[in-house]
């Protein structure tokens, strides 16, 4: 029995989950904003601070905020997002259409640290095609929720095959993890590159080489 690309890394639905794998239990209850305020104060003093000194007063407050803008991918269901945003494709447009050097910021689900870079997404539509901003939507929604770099390039893949039932998607990230460059063995400027191919993309070369060749003429590959 084959399984599809999309039941193979299957998605996280909007909330959050055990990973992109099997049934996700469910979801413990969210804490209070007190509480995760309190936390921060907690990693604070860890840290070797004192959290009630004066400038750290606000400090709390603030990083709970900015918890909100980080994953606030939790909150979006790509599926739906691509679903909601479909057209007919009158002229049977039956190649690429590429997004090339869609920038995003994640977070890494190891050490909650960013990683940043370009996300370069294709697909071949069989049928509906779809609005190009969605794609990018896609990008960030699933970029804001605590990632590797891996799983967030097969979830963008999964996301528009799941969606669209195109006949290939190809995905390729580049990006640099500041958990790597500013911890642990502290190298900056590496590189780390994923790519996902389904369908066409992954059983035609020609096509997959179009794409990585499509994907060589953007910035995020000039650096
Ligand atoms: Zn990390």
Not at 123 to 129: A, E, K, N, S
Not at 151 to 162: F, R
Request: aromatic share 8%.
């Amino acid at each position: 029995m084959t399984t599809s690309f999309a039941e193979r890394f299957r998605l996280p639905k909007a909330g959050r989950t055990d990973e992109a794998h099997g049934q996700a239990p469910p979801p413990p209850p969210r804490p209070t904003r007190e509480e995760a305020e309190d936390a921060v104060r907690t990693l604070l003093a860890w840290a070797g601070d004192d959290p009630s000194r004066a400038a750290l007063a606000e400090t709390p407050r603030r990083v709970a905020e900015a918890f909100l803008e980080y994953f606030e991918g939790y909150h979006h269901d790509p599926i739906a997002l691509l679903q909601g945003s479909t057209f007919e494709n009158a002229s049977a447009y039956d190649d690429i259409v590429m997004l090339r050097d869609v920038r995003f910021t994640s977070y890494c689900e190891h050490h909650v640290s960013p990683f940043q870079g370009h996300a370069h997404v294709a697909y071949i539509p069989d049928g509906p095609i779809v609005g190009l901003s969605r794609i990018a939507r896609v990008v960030e929604v699933l970029a804001h929720r605590l990632q590797t770099q891996e799983n967030l390039t097969s979830q963008i893949a999964a996301a528009i095959d799941s969606a669209l039932k195109p006949r290939g998607v190809a995905v390729l990230l580049e990006a640099e993890h500041s958990c790597m460059s500013a911890r642990g063995i502290r190298h900056a400027g590496v590189a780390t590159i994923t790519t996902q191919f389904s369908g066409l993309f992954a059983t035609d070369d020609a096509r997959a080489n179009r794409f990585l060749m499509l994907a060589r003429g953007g910035q995020g590959s000039e650096r």
